[in-house]
């Protein structure tokens, strides 16, 4: 064990289980959710009774600085954050008792969207309204200065299965949109492979910006149109590969496929500038004639060469 290891574990640090109170406030009730860096526990508040989603450090990282800095800029940027798609943050501190960081946020309970699409393909006006509702939130993200980077099925939740609630509640690698924001394995790939834009793996000089949560969301859309992703992974050459090109969108709801085939396109220049963008294409709007298409084009460009991503928008 090197030296830096053994700074990362002290006596004082402490294993959690259901019953264990946190700061005086909160008492874990069940463990939900287990990661490479953390625990997620579905806990109360000691005296009010109301749930809540509470993110620990585990003990080997909780004397890591650079983990207790990312959690600090999580908890800093998404405590300010209010948008109601997007999980609300109430608490960050280090508990005495345990000697281990935390985050306390609001829980979220009903079915992730994976859940829900392994009963099939939903119908095209939901996904409409449940692209508007997730668009509009990470537009929100992006504007409080944060990327998201992990956006799949499984971190969106629809309350009661309606698209029109659902929330996004996993930013656990939530970066900064500066220059040098890092995530919690640094500057390096974070993700889901089957749902991570192409600069996410390196191609146009790996520069991840908003339109890498764009590339994401239109993955999502078109495993909720579909009834089941579409298939993204493989070797790590099929992994790239496959990103190279807009994948296969023939057997999706045509009235769709010109949005998603813009977010999807691999030279994140050629996707929307921004997530307002499309928000803004998909909002309701109860008079027909007012109502904005359900499509958006690639953006025209200049061809240019040296595949360089584009700049994050200002």
């Not at 990327?147 to 929330?167: E, F, M, Q, Y």
């Not at 495993?223 to 807009?246: C, H, N, Y």
Request: with cysteine; aromatic share 6%.
């Amino acid at each position: 064990m090197s030296a830096d290891d053994k700074t990362r574990i002290s006596p004082d640090v402490a294993s959690t289980a259901v019953g264990t109170q946190l700061s005086g406030i909160y008492e874990l009730d069940e463990r939900i959710a287990f990661g490479g860096m953390g625990e997620v526990y579905r806990g109360h508040n000691i005296q009010t009774g109301d749930h809540v989603a509470i993110k620990i450090v585990l003990p080997e990282f909780a004397r890591d600085q650079t983990i207790l800095s990312l959690f600090r800029k999580e908890a800093s940027i998404l405590n300010h954050l209010s948008h109601d798609a997007v999980v609300r943050y109430h608490v960050f501190t280090i508990d005495p008792g345990i000697g281990r960081p935390y985050l306390a946020m609001e829980f979220v309970d009903g079915q992730s969207l994976f859940d829900i699409m392994r009963r099939g393909p939903m119908p095209t006006e939901d996904v409409r309204k449940l692209c508007h509702r997730l668009a509009s939130g990470l537009s929100a993200v992006h504007q409080a200065g944060a990327i998201h980077r992990d956006l799949s099925p499984d971190n969106i939740i629809l309350p009661g299965g309606r698209v029109d609630r659902a929330k996004i509640i996993d930013f656990g690698i939530a970066r900064s949109a500066t220059v040098g924001g890092e995530t919690l394995i640094g500057g390096k790939f974070a993700g889901k492979y089957n749902y991570v834009s192409p600069e996410q793996l390196g191609l146009y000089s790996g520069d991840v910006s908003e339109q890498s949560d764009i590339y994401s969301l239109g993955l999502v859309l078109a495993a909720a149109l579909r009834g089941k992703p579409i298939d993204m992974s493989g070797s790590q050459f099929e992994i790239v590969e496959k990103r190279r090109t807009v994948p296969d969108l023939s057997d999706i709801d045509a009235d769709f496929r010109g949005i998603v085939e813009a977010m999807l396109q691999p030279d994140p220049q050629d996707r929307p500038i921004r997530m307002a963008d499309i928000a803004r294409a998909t909002r309701d709007d109860t008079d027909e004639e007012t109502r904005p298409p359900t499509s958006i084009t690639p953006r025209d460009r200049t061809p240019r060469t040296g595949g360089t991503a584009a700049p994050a928008p200002k």
